[in-house]
Antibody
Framework: QVQLQESGPGLVKPSETLSLTCTVSNYFIGSGFYWGWIRQAPGQGLEWIGT???????YYNPFLQSRVTISLDTSKNQFFLRVTSVAATDTALYYC?????????????WGLGTLVTVSS | IVMTQSPATLSVSPGERATLSCRAS??????LAWYQQKPGQAPRLLIY???TRATGVPARFSGSGSETEFTLTISSLQSEDFAVYYCQQYNNWPPRVTFGPGTKVDIK
């Protein structure tokens, strides 16, 4: 069973950079599939942030694209999220997930999420 | 593409049928999924390609629709089915994913 676990600082100051890591177990991320980040503000719905392929092609939510970078490190079997110039509106539970098929379509396996609060 | 879901909240008695709607602002063909999210849990993929159940999903869950109108039906609600349900579409190119705002199914 594929497992994903998010990690990173729980508190980030406004205007600074949010950096999260997703560690994948029981599947080598370099073998295939797409890997994504999704967030959920408190009491709100799901928002797609972006997706990276195992070949490192990236696709971003156009509303976040200017501030977001997703990358991966196959040697560590991890992929990463970086969001610059954060504001209170970036406070959310951040999930990493694995795609369902060979297309960047649906998300089958999810981490438990990590809460990031943006506050001074 | 903007996704809308209705109703925002659906109150249903156990054993009853629940019908949830999802609408896309333009055609997504059948590139649509449904997820279930329970409090404190990550979303769970229920239906993909509009009508195919994901592995392990009970047969009481069914999806239908195409283009801009989609439906998730839960034929006989069980206690474990009370949750929030999200639809999600994806574009082939450029690859984009959009979630709907969700429908909360609660106990009547």
């Amino acid at each position: 069973q594929v497992q994903l676990q998010e990690s990173g600082p729980g508190l980030v100051k406004p205007s600074e950079t949010l950096s999260l890591t997703c560690t994948v177990s029981n599947y080598f991320i370099g073998s295939g599939f797409y890997w994504g980040w999704i967030r959920q503000a408190p009491g709100q719905g799901l928002e797609w942030i972006g997706t990276i392929s195992h070949r490192e092609s990236t696709y971003y939510n156009p509303f976040l694209q200017s501030r977001v970078t997703i990358s991966l490190d196959t040697s560590k079997n991890q992929f990463f999220l970086r969001v610059t110039s954060v504001a209170a509106t970036d406070t959310a539970l951040y999930y990493c997930a694995r795609g369902f098929s060979g297309s960047p379509d649906y998300f089958e396996y999810w981490g438990l999420g990590t809460l990031v609060t943006v506050s001074s | 593409i903007v996704m809308t879901q209705s109703p925002a909240t659906l109150s249903v008695s156990p054993g009853e049928r629940a019908t949830l709607s999802c609408r896309a602002s333009q055609s997504v063909r059948t590139n649509l999924a449904w997820y279930q999210q329970k409090p404190g849990q990550a979303p769970r993929l229920l239906i993909y390609s509009a009508s195919t159940r994901a592995t392990g999903v009970p047969a009481r869950f069914s999806g239908s629709g195409s283009e801009t109108e989609f439906t998730l039906t839960i034929s006989s609600l069980q206690s474990e089915d009370f949750a929030v349900y999200y639809c999600q579409q994806y574009n082939n190119w450029p690859p984009r994913v959009t979630f709907g705002p969700g429908t909360k199914v609660d106990i009547k």
